[in-house]
Structures are given as structure tokens and as C-alpha cells.
């Protein structure tokens, strides 16, 4: 008898191979979330890289090396835009069509197509599908609410990138004179702009498009969307411009982004306007919208009209703060998040007004939220520094554009001071791992390598207070 048609003594139930797969995914689901969210996302970058790494994906016709497939797979479906190649020259059409298309499994969210199969298949989503999901970052805090914001995953990134699409194309229409390859390109920087991929199709990079307002502003609409995280726009979404309805992340989410935003597009223009090299030589009205450009994409678009290596020192450490603070939660963007950064300042301020509670909007913020935001602060610091040293000890350079190329990659920017392009393979490596762990999440991350959770003791210590500061 064969091994499909063998049955559980007993239960007449068929095993077989599915059957034993099913069981241990069941397993993984049930008992570590975490780590099956970091094992689809493993095992999609490997489908990326291996469909990279055929002849027919490279414009030579010959196959690419194995650290240059990995290394732009990574990016692709962590969103970030990094590349050791040129785009545009290397890869083929096909090459292409599957960099967009992990751009877009990437952002949508490897969990919320799983959640979405489940869907289909057992017309229900399970606990440990819900459990799954919100580990992906398919959450809005409750656990009722998944199925839901899985919805509005979907149908705002296709209404989005839709709308991008329908201003986009018609102007590379009119650039590029052909209507092919007018609707690639329009499809192709629609999709990457939402998602926050930075991923460029021309050979020579986004520069020829810094004075075409059309191209810029769309761009820029579709890289802030995008930051803002599903969650936020599930409240857009459901509740408009009511604000008093609003949750406390919403609120904090538009705060922060809008303040950042702001005091990048000031401090960029202030300390790039006599720059020839980059914005010094345009006008007025140009140096302001490049300006507000460069402040948006420096948080997770990743695109750039000048090249980040020709701009001033103190620009570039600005980059890296703005890079490290990142998005919203829940969305294309990476960093820290912006939230994480709201809790801290707010801890911050209840600290130095004497206030034993942290509060915003009318909320309590819990203590335990204030630890989570020390600890994702603190774990991103440390890979970034781990990351800056090793690239330091590989190149044998000063620590400037090895941390430049760190933040953006464990942010999941994709702007680079062209140090990618110049990385042997294990510098390759090193920041596709810091790109796998920026997009996964630094709590699932971590959590999916905690083998069990310890149980809650049933008695406390004596307080001990160390000196602090």
C-alpha cells in the first residue's frame, strides 16, 4: 500500500507527506508564531533568489552570482532597495517582473497572503492563523479585528497603487514616447514607491527626474501612504477625518511622521542649499520640493535625486537618524518606527516632570509598552553598530559610510553612498541579514529564536536600585 493511501490505524484518515507537513507547520503555527512568520519570509527569499539566479533573469543571458541574486532577493522582499547591481543594465525584462513582483509580496506581507490562503481554503481565519498574522505586523491591537485589517491590506494597496498608476503612466507615456515601456515604468515606480522599495528602472538612476514636479509629488504621495502602516489606514479608513475616533496609535502615528518630515525637508534644505553637488545649483522652488523629497524617502523610500555620497557629512548623520527612526508600524516603511520613538519621548517627559505614568491623547501609556520601545531601540542600535564594525573591518574604511549603509539597510531604506556597489560578497551578506532582521520585526526576530516562553515565577526579589546616569 502506498504512503498516500496509508490511513491512521483506527480514524480511516489518509497520511502522507502533505499530511506530515501540515501536522509540523500546525506545530510551528501553534507553538512559535514568531518563527514561522521568519521561516516564510526565509523561505520566500530563497523562491526570489533562485528565480534570480536563472539564466533568462539577467540581460547577459548567463547566470548571476549567488551573493548577487541572495542579496537582491533580500531586498525585494524585505522592500528595501539596496542593490550591488545596476537594475536597469543587469537584469532582464523577466529579471525585472520578479524583483517587482517580490516588491510586492514584500509589502503586502508574506503573512497576510498566508492568512488570505487560509482564508480560502477553510473559509475561516483560525486562531493560529490571527496569531500568525499579527506576529507579521497585521495588527491593529486586537485580535478580533485581523481578518479585517487583512482586507484593508489588499484593498488599499491595489486602490493606491491604482491611483499611482493612472497619474504615473501617462506621463512615462509622454517621457519615454512609447506606451510599453511608458506603462512599465509607471507600473513598476508606482509599486515600489507604496511599498516603500526605492528599487529604480533606469540605468541612470531617479536624477533625471528631480525637476518633474508630476513624477516627484506622485512619488511622494505614494512613499507617505505607504509609511504610515495598514493599521493607521484601517482608521482612515473606517473612521475618515473624525479625529475624536481615532486611537491613540493613529494620533501618535500622523504626529510624529508629519513633525519628521518636516524637520528633515527644514534641516536638508538648510544644510544642502549652497551644495552645487547636489541642490545648490537649482531654483528656489526646486531646492524646497527636493528638499521635502529627500526628507520623505530618507524614513524608508529609499529614492534619491542626488547621490547620497555627495552630500555634506552632517546631511548624511541626519539621514541616519531619520533612516533609524523609520515609519509606521505595521507598514512598507522599517526602523524602529515612529511610535517606538513617541512612547520614548513621552517616558522622557513624564520622567523630568516627576509624573509616575506616561500619558497622551487622554491614555495611559502602559509601562510594559515603554520597556518594548527601550528594547527595540536598543537591539536595532546594537545590530547596526555590530553591522558598522564588521563592514569597517571588510572595507578598511572610516566609519561614515559603513554606519550610512548599515542604518539603511536594517531600515529598510534602500539609500545608499554607493558602498553596496563596491562590497565583497560577505559584505553582501552581512547587511541581507540586516535587512532580514529589520523587516521581520526586531521583537519577532528575537522572539522567534526564544525556544519557549519562561512562565511567569510566583515571587519577586528584593528592589535593588543601581545608580543610573
Known amino acids: ?246 486611537n491613540l496609535h493613529t494620533k501618535l502615528t500622523l504626529e510624529v511622521t508629519l513633525l519628521l518630515m518636516v524637520i528633515g525637508a527644514v534641516l536638508y534644505g538648510v544644510m544642502e542649499w549652497s551644495n552645487s553637488s547636489t541642490i545648490g545649483d537649482m531654483s528656489v522652488a526646486e531646492k524646497l520640493q527636493n528638499s521635502l523629497f529627500a526628507s520623505v524617502n530618507m524614513r524608508s523610500g529609499g529614492f534619491s535625486v542626488v547621490e547620497s555620497n555627495l552630500q555634506n557629512s552632517e546631511t548624511m548623520l541626519i539621514s541616519d537618524a531619520l533612516m533609524f527612526a523609520g515609519g509606521g508600524s505595521a507598514s512598507t516603511a522599517g526602523g524602529i518606527k515612529v511610535t517606538t520613538i513617541a512612547v520614548i519621548w513621552l517616558a522622557f517627559l513624564a520622567e523630568a516632570r516627576g509624573d509616575t505614568e506616561s500619558t497622551a491623547h487622554g491614555r495611559t501609556i502602559p509601562p510594559s509598552a515603554v520597556r518594548v520601545a527601550v528594547s527595540v531601540v536598543a537591539m536595532g542600535a546594537t545590530l547596526v553598530l555590530i553591522s558598522t564594525v564588521w563592514l569597517m573591518y571588510i572595507t578598511g574604511l572610516d566609519m561614515g559610510r559603513p554606519l550610512y549603509e548599515s542604518v539603511s539597510a536594517f531600515a529598510t531604506v534602500g539609500l545608499t553612498s554607493g558602498l553596496t556597489e563596491d562590497l565583497p560578497p560577505e559584505g553582501l551578506y552581512v547587511l541581507a541579514a540586516l535587512m532580514f532582521a529589520g523587516r521581520v520585526g526586531i521583537i519577532t526576530f528575537a522572539a522567534s529564536l526564544t525556544v519557549r516562553q519562561r512562565s511567569r515565577v510566583r515571587y519577586r526579589y528584593p528592589e535593588g536600585r543601581p545608580m543610573i546616569g
Not at 21 to 41: D, H, V
Not at 80 to 88: E, S
Not at 165 to 182: A, E, H, K, T, Y
Open 1 to 246: 500500500m502506498s504512503s498516500a493511501a496509508q490511513t491512521e490505524s483506527g480514524t480511516g484518515r489518509r497520511t502522507g507527506p502533505w499530511t506530515y507537513l501540515k501536522r509540523w507547520l500546525g506545530r510551528l503555527t501553534g507553538t512559535s508564531p514568531a518563527r514561522a512568520a521568519m521561516l516564510i519570509f526565509g523561505v520566500t527569499i530563497a523562491v526570489f533568489a533562485s528565480l534570480l539566479n536563472m539564466p533568462w533573469a539577467t540581460a547577459s543571458g548567463s547566470s548571476a552570482t549567488f551573493h548577487d541574486a541572495l542579496f537582491v532577493a533580500t531586498s525585494a522582499v524585505t522592500v528595501t532597495g539596496l542593490t550591488p547591481v545596476n537594475t536597469a543594465e543587469h537584469w532582464s525584462f523577466a529579471g525585472e517582473l520578479v524583483i517587482l513582483i517580490g516588491i510586492q509580496v514584500g509589502g503586502l506581507g508574506i503573512i497576510t497572503i498566508a492568512a488570505l490562503l487560509a482564508i480560502s481554503v477553510t473559509r475561516n481565519l483560525g486562531l493560529r492563523t490571527r496569531l500568525v498574522a499579527q506576529e507579521g505586523g497585521i495588527s491593529t491591537g486586537s485580535m478580533g479585528e485581523t481578518g479585517q485589517v487583512i482586507r484593508t491590506v489588499v484593498i488599499c494597496s491595489a486602490v493606491v497603487e491604482a491611483l499611482l498608476m493612472l497619474v504615473l503612466i501617462p506621463r512615462f507615456i509622454q517621457i519615454n514616447g512609447d506606451i510599453s515601456s511608458g506603462v512599465w515604468d509607471g507600473t513598476f515606480y508606482a509599486i515600489s514607491a507604496f511599498n516603500n522599495a526605492g528599487f529604480v528602472a533606469h540605468a541612470e538612476g531617479f536624477a533625471g527626474f528631480g525637476n518633474d514636479p508630476v513624477v516627484i509629488w506622485t512619488i511622494m504621495v505614494g512613499v507617505f501612504l505607504g509609511s504610515l502602516g495598514f493599521p493607521v489606514l484601517f482608521m482612515l479608513w473606517t473612521n475618515r477625518w473624525h479625529v475624536r475616533r481615532w
